[in-house]
């Protein structure tokens, strides 16, 4: 977009905001306008020309607006009495000086609803990680980028994001200025087994999947912060306002719970099948159950963990450093059962296990570094235990 056709479109658009008539996606433009610190310039202008440019002739703004801005600007600054309408010269600039930042009373705000669940993020369903030989985004559901065979630099580009690959095992997303789609593109990052992958989202959030992990998320995230995570991540959120409004939060759904933040950061477990749990490291975050029958919601302080397990929640107090040694290169098995031991090594070695076979009983401790062969990690099983197991090609099972 040159800088004519920029300037003719902030131009519309504030006509638009005083109006009344912006529509939805003209309402999330206008906030990204708002955002954007290289409009500065054309926003001062605007409101010269507004200004030079009124007279008493012209026709007032709607009296709902006149009377909002009038009473949360004018009336701040004098104890004159309260006047039902105010003419465009005294209107264009209080709008323009609250936009700008030079008065901090007024802010937008997208209305709540715009966006249905299925517009915000991608559905849940899962993801058969087996097929998948490398990570991978998609985009829509339809184009599929392999991320080992791009180099490094952007690698796609639309009217919400420019996604680069910023280094071997990353890829960062940085949002545009641009019009804003009336219907939600989406995106999702999966990595499949043996890998670990980062992902740096348009807010400066850092995400950490771990082997058999997706993230997904829509164009919408640029207002508002809300992903979906399968499988494992530690996030690392960006503390976001908007025009000194609230906090922006951050928001993460899994299948069983979803979990909202403003600045903090957090490990994330919700492999399907397996006990979810959240482990927070620093800030604040609220764990909001999914299913009907556990609604409370839980505040977590740093330190501890809240897990789902059998349809009941526990928060206890845990090392968290043991929550997050896989960032590090480690498993960490604290007290676990052979079959749990069994699904990280899986996903991380690649292979099948034949879970019926294994004996249950005892439980496993231990730090094993993840750059042990598969072979290694056996014999230390097998040594720490009566356990017998055998490999066949890719299958593992016990022979107790």
């Known amino acids: 977009m040159g800088l004519m056709q920029k300037k003719e479109r902030i131009y519309y658009l504030f006509s638009q905001f005083r109006k009344s008539q912006l529509s939805v996606t003209e309402l999330a433009e206008w906030k990204l306008v708002l955002e954007d610190p290289t409009t500065e310039n054309v926003l001062n202008d605007l409101m010269e020309d507004l200004w030079n440019n009124a007279n008493d002739d012209i026709a007032p703004l709607?009296?709902?607006?006149a009377q909002f801005i009038y009473q949360r600007v004018v009336l701040q600054k004098q104890n004159s009495s309260r006047q039902k309408i105010l003419y465009l010269k005294w209107i264009a600039a209080a709008a323009i000086l609250l936009i700008v930042g030079a008065i901090g009373f007024y802010t937008l705000t997208i209305p709540k609803g715009h966006l249905t669940k299925k517009d915000a993020v991608f559905s849940l369903e899962p993801t058969d990680y087996t097929t998948v030989d490398q990570p991978i985004l998609y985009i829509e559901g339809?184009?599929?980028?392999?991320?080992?065979?791009?180099?490094?630099?952007?690698?796609y580009e639309d009217n919400a994001f420019v996604v680069s690959k910023i280094k071997e095992?990353?890829?960062?997303?940085?949002?545009?200025?641009?019009?804003?789609?009336?219907?939600?593109?989406?995106?999702?990052l999966i990595v499949p087994r043996k890998r670990t992958y980062e992902i740096c989202l348009s807010d400066g959030t850092k995400v950490q999947l771990n082997a058999e992990s997706s993230i997904s998320f829509s164009d919408a995230f640029r207002f508002d912060r809300i992903v979906a995570l399968d499988g494992e991540g530690y996030f690392d959120v960006t503390h976001k306002e908007y025009l000194r409004s609230k906090p922006s939060?951050?928001?993460?759904?899994?299948?069983k719970q979803k979990v909202t933040v403003l600045g903090t950061a957090f490990n994330m477990r919700a492999y399907r099948k397996e006990t979810e749990s959240t482990t927070l490291l620093r800030g604040k975050v609220l764990v909001e159950p999914l299913a009907e029958k556990t609604s409370q919601k839980h505040e977590l302080v740093?330190?501890?963990q809240l897990k789902f397990e059998n349809n009941t929640i526990f928060v206890n107090r845990v090392d968290v450093d043991r929550s997050i040694s896989w960032l590090d290169g480690d498993f960490y098995f604290n007290g676990i059962r052979l079959d749990q031991v069994m699904r990280e090594l899986s996903r991380w070695y690649d292979i099948d296990v034949d879970y019926k076979s294994l004996p249950n009983t005892k439980k496993f401790y231990g730090k094993i570094r993840r750059t042990s062969s598969i072979e290694e990690i056996l014999v230390a099983i097998e040594s720490t235990s009566d356990v017998k197991l055998i490999m066949k090609g890719r299958r593992i099972m016990s022979l107790n």
Request: charged residues 30%.
């Open 62 to 65: 709607d009296i709902e607006n």
């Open 169 to 188: 095992g990353a890829v960062e997303y940085k949002a545009k200025f641009q019009n804003i789609s009336s219907r939600a593109i989406q995106y999702k």
């Open 249 to 255: 939060p951050f928001s993460v759904k899994t299948e």
């Open 142 to 155: 339809n184009k599929k980028i392999k991320l080992d065979d791009v180099a490094l630099g952007k690698i």
């Open 302 to 304: 740093p330190g501890q």
